[in-house]
């Protein structure tokens, strides 16, 4: 398969953050004096609901602003982004993973994962053959199909096709299991988990499911990065 130059896989952790804070709207802020994840490596993110994991996620891939401090991947400071320049490093760096996967209708899984390598880098061409590489691996059925036409299961392995496609440095899944049941979210974690692995990606993964303890290594609770009321 011909492409375009992967991703820098330099000495930098695959995700540094240090002196993070976060102005809620109504009136506290998340601190994070330090926090890093190695390239490679995968992290659950556990907490109940509206303790912060999804904010931390979304900090991380520069959809949200912070207050003060950095978040560096791959020695990169995204927060120092602006614009354009984020959501070029975003599409080249970071692949997402959602609950509601976010999937394109009216498009086919092909043209939903294409469209997610288009800031990669990638020529067209070399987009369309790594879209049909990790959809394949991802066993998708038939990837001209419309996505409406699609199970909920084939559906959720585009999202991660998607995600992973681009050998981003960092995978970011947010609660992807939460609407699943036992049996199907073990078999979603483990696709993520597998896809990140073969595509040499740090993980995250938030989630408030006690069961997906046991398929981690490392388990970082959201509690122990404060949130107290903002200084006004």
Known sequence: MSKASPPN???????????????????????IPSFQVAT???????????????????????????????????????????????????????GMIFQTFHLLQGFTALENVMMALMLTGYTPLQQRERAESALNKLAISDP???????????????????????????VLADEPTASLDPANARVA????QEAARAAGSALIVTSHDPSLREVFTRIVEVSQFAQTEAVR
């Not at 950095?70 to 984020?86: D, F, H, P, S, W």
């Not at 974690?189 to 993520?192: A, F």
């Open 9 to 31: 896989r330099d000495e930098h952790p695959g995700i540094q953050i240090s002196g993070l804070q976060f102005a809620y709207r109504r009136g506290f802020q998340l601190s």
């Open 189 to 192: 974690i483990d696709l993520i």
């Open 144 to 170: 001209h199909s419309p996505i409406e036409m699609l199970s909920v299961g084939q559906q959720q392995r585009v999202a991660v096709a998607r995600a992973v496609a681009g050998e981003p440095c960092v």
């Open 40 to 94: 490679g490596e995968q992290v659950l993110l556990a907490g109940s609901s509206g303790s912060g994991k999804s904010t931390l996620l979304h900090l991380i891939a520069g959809i949200e602003n912070a207050s003060s401090g950095e978040i560096r991947i791959r020695g990169t400071n995204i927060l120092a982004l602006q614009g354009g320049q984020r959501d070029l490093f975003r599409g080249k760096n970071i």
